[in-house]
């Protein structure tokens, strides 16, 4: 959110004190705009910026209600995979349709939908049952919400309005891939080959964290393993006997204060 918020900020200042130069080359660089697909930082660029004030804070609100209870879930460090991930992806997704006729190929691209959009994903894939207003007006549970956004960009996608609806699909496939690598730790392990490869070392030597149930003699010990586990990989990462010592420990904790 910072981020968005420094590029909106000097991309709006410059356009208050006209000037041109500095808009210009934020927007005509950051974009991504699909006749200059082979200009790879675009992919990335363009999920930052946006230019229309109604856009910014619409995208802004969503990643705050959505962003915020994901990234609880899962772990920092995979909530910004998921983002950059689908927010590239996304971007990808997008260019044929652009190029091969669907839409005008000088159309630039700017915005966090698509990345937002596999945020929306992973908030339906973990929280199905959670309700939202659809619109801000129909009542709506996340899980059924979630297609009604698929069949609107299908519906629309070659309407030649001002929504990038082929990102915006490219956003929600790629957000069901990210879920299912995660929920299949495939992502845990092309992590680990991929520091065994830069250590030189097998997987399994001390640096690297022990697998299983692992008891400690020091509480403070085991509990700050566990909180470190939590905020790598969400609480969803840890054991039932890991849950079940977390819930203790804070249980014992509050009743040991006394004021």
């Not at 660089?29 to 109604?54: C, K, M, N």
């Not at 490219?170 to 845990?188: E, P, T, V």
């Not at 030597?205 to 149930?213: A, H, Q, R, V, Y």
Request: aromatic fraction near 16%; charge should be neutral.
């Amino acid at each position: 959110m910072i981020i968005n918020l420094v590029v909106f900020g000097i991309c709006n200042l410059a356009r208050i004190f006209n000037l041109d130069g500095i808009y210009t080359y934020l927007v005509g660089y950051g974009s991504l705009v699909p006749v200059a697909y082979e200009q790879i930082w675009r992919y990335l660029t363009y999920a930052f910026v946006h230019v229309d004030l109604w856009h910014f804070l619409f995208n802004m609100l969503a990643l705050w209600m959505f962003g915020d209870d994901v990234a609880m879930a899962i772990g920092f460090r995979r909530f910004w995979i998921l983002y950059l991930f689908c927010a590239v992806f996304a971007g990808v997704f997008s260019i044929p349709f652009y190029l091969f006729g669907a839409m005008s190929p000088m159309t630039f691209i700017i915005g966090a939908s698509g990345a937002l959009m596999g945020v929306f994903v992973a908030y339906a894939r973990l929280f199905p049952e959670r309700g939202i207003l659809m619109f801000f007006i129909i009542p709506m549970k996340i899980k059924h919400a979630i297609w009604i956004f698929v069949a609107m960009d299908v519906m629309f996608a070659g309407s030649g309005d001002t929504i990038a609806h082929f990102t915006h699909l490219g956003g929600i496939a790629s957000g069901f891939l990210c879920m299912y690598l995660f929920d299949n730790s495939i992502w845990d392990k092309l992590r680990g080959e991929f520091k065994e490869r830069r250590q030189g070392k097998p997987a399994g030597t001390p640096d690297d964290p022990l697998e299983g149930e692992v008891r400690f003699m020091d509480r403070q010990k085991q509990l700050d393993m566990i909180l470190k586990k939590v905020s790598e990989g969400g609480v969803n990462s840890l054991t039932e006997a890991e849950k079940t010592f977390l819930v203790e420990e804070s249980a014992r904790r509050r009743g040991g204060r006394r004021f």
